[in-house]
């Protein structure tokens, strides 16, 4: 058998979504100053959903959105494509942080999902929107018992998922690797994540907000009338300003310490052949996952390439957002070995793309709200991968927050109380380095925590993607 590294020589460096012949031409830097009632800084998920519900909300309110670079360009737009109605990064972490509220957070959960569903019609979005559910397996004997364990924490919050032995979950997705699985067949959605992101901002648009790209938000501050957000060319006097900026330094210092910016990896294949389609199944097109700390997430995409991501989680000493770590061949390396593994039927498939780039997690893996300048800016990060849905509940959050509103999204503790933020270097790294240590040594030892991960487990601390 040859060595799958070489399956690796023809992949070109970029993004598979993005690298669409359908990207939609970027819009003029901002030049001058100007003003609106509410400025969005950020054109991923987070700000378009922001300014999109802004306008639904009152459409004479005046929106300006600013992004550095594209609308979509980062973690948006190059994500597995993996829309789940969490908002909690798992019922199992809703469980242990929320156990009092997690059958509100469910249901919101799952309204919020049906509300990304409904405005990617109401818009005319073309983004290979299939409700199809997702799959979660057991690659290890004692994922099996946990799978199942799983299934009946989630009945007791009012969610079925179906229990599938080995031959029952090979017959959906045909895998030596898979040993049992969990079907979640109402509660993920998968997308074309570039194409949602600019279908979203073509309904921006077409509701009134203005954008302006290629326009970094460098500098923030009061003015008398609200905030001032300095660009390279100009200025923005905004009565209230919303911070979608995730992964990348807040304009708010202290919220910094909160994130730390994580690079996540991904290959995409060539389109299969019909033959090689009917040797894997996959006739319900489901995204999966396995059951490892350090897990991979797999779905097919429109034309039927298989798109093979996660595992390594890679933290940079200090948190600096860089380009150049975009590639990592290692990493590429291991995840072709692994797709071989996984899906030995396939031998001899290409990949045609692989890459990387920085996503934000917090010490409680799922977002987190803020208020700073007297009410007058809202903050909304930590999302930790599952922001594709959660982003739109976020951006319920910050409106209601920039409102003065009292809502059951407000009255959550989830959004009264932030976690408890990553301490400063070098024991930020060398803490998260020996997480990244324990949770490998958990995996390999049939799920056996350490001393390490218990205590962080008791302290309610933890590293994710």
Request: glycine share 10%; aromatic share 8%.
């Given at each position: 058998?040859?060595?799958?590294v ?8 970029t ?6 012949p359908?990207?939609p ?8 100053d ?21 306008k639904?909300?009152d459409?004479?309110?005046?929106v ?5 670079r594209?609308?979509?360009?980062a973690a948006s ?21 929320w ?10 959960g ?14 005319g979005?073309d ?31 009012g ?6 032995d080995?031959d ?11 040993l ?6 109402h ?7 570039a194409r ?17 790209e ?6 923030l ?5 609200g905030?001032a957000v300095r660009?390279?060319y100009?200025?923005?006097t ?8 995730n ?16 690079y ?9 052949s ?12 489901q ?6 700390n ?8 429109a034309d039927?390439?298989?798109l ?20 990592r ?24 793309h ?12 799922s ?33 209601d927050l ?7 999204r407000?009255a959550?503790?989830?959004v ?6 990553f301490?400063p270097e070098?024991?930020?790294s060398?803490?998260?380095?020996l ?30 993607s």
């Amino acid at each position: 058998m040859a060595d799958p590294v070489h399956a690796l020589r023809d992949a070109q460096p970029t993004p598979f979504w993005l690298d669409d012949p359908g990207r939609p031409a970027a819009r003029p830097a901002l030049t001058g100053d100007t003003r609106c009632d509410l400025l969005v800084v950020g054109g991923g998920y987070s700000g378009l959903w922001t300014a999109l519900l802004a306008k639904e909300r009152d459409p004479g309110r005046d929106v300006l959105l600013v992004e550095a670079r594209e609308c979509g360009w980062a973690a948006s737009g190059r994500n597995g494509g993996f829309c789940e109605s969490s908002l909690t990064h798992g019922l199992a972490n809703g469980h242990q942080r929320w156990p009092a509220e997690l059958a509100a957070l469910e249901r919101l959960g799952h309204a919020n999902l049906d509300a990304v569903q409904d405005a990617v019609h109401r818009y005319g979005i073309d983004c290979d929107w299939r409700r199809s559910g997702s799959l979660t397996v057991a690659t290890r004997p004692h994922q099996v018992g946990e799978l199942r364990e799983f299934a009946e924490l989630a009945a007791r919050y009012g969610s079925h998922h179906d229990v599938l032995d080995r031959d029952e979950v090979r017959a959906e997705i045909d895998s030596p690797t898979f040993l049992g699985g969990l079907w979640d067949r109402h509660g993920v959605a998968m997308v074309d994540p570039a194409r949602l992101a600019w279908g979203l901002k073509r309904a921006c648009e077409e509701l009134g907000v203005r954008i302006h790209e290629h326009t970094p938000a460098t500098d923030l501050a009061a003015t008398p009338t609200g905030v001032a957000v300095r660009t390279p060319y100009g200025r923005v006097t905004a009565g209230r300003v919303a911070l979608a900026t995730n992964a990348f330094p807040s304009l708010l210092r202290r919220h910094r310490p909160y994130t730390v910016p994580v690079y996540d990896y991904a290959l995409m294949t060539e389109p299969l052949s019909a033959a090689q389609l009917a040797a894997v199944g996959w006739r319900g097109r489901q995204g999966w996952a396995d059951s490892d700390n350090h897990f991979h997430y797999v779905r097919l995409s429109a034309d039927d390439r298989i798109l093979f991501g996660g595992y390594d989680v890679v933290h940079r000493y200090r948190g600096r957002v860089s380009a150049d770590r975009d590639q990592r061949p290692g990493t590429f390396a291991t995840l072709a070995r692994h797709f071989a593994r996984t899906f030995p039927q396939l031998e001899g498939l290409r990949f045609t793309h692989a890459w990387g780039g920085a996503i934000d997690t917090c010490t409680r893996f799922s977002a987190f709200f803020d208020l700073s300048h007297g009410g007058r800016v809202a903050y909304a990060a930590g999302y930790t991968g599952l922001g594709v849905g959660a982003t739109r509940f976020g951006a319920e959050v910050m409106l209601d927050l920039l409102a003065g509103a009292r809502t059951e999204r407000t009255a959550l503790e989830m959004v009264r109380r932030k976690p408890l933020p990553f301490p400063p270097e070098p024991v930020r790294s060398l803490g998260i380095g020996l997480t990244q240590w324990s949770l490998h040594r958990a995996d390999a030892r049939a799920g056996r925590r350490n001393l390490w991960l218990k205590a962080m487990d008791r302290l309610g601390l933890g590293f994710d993607s």
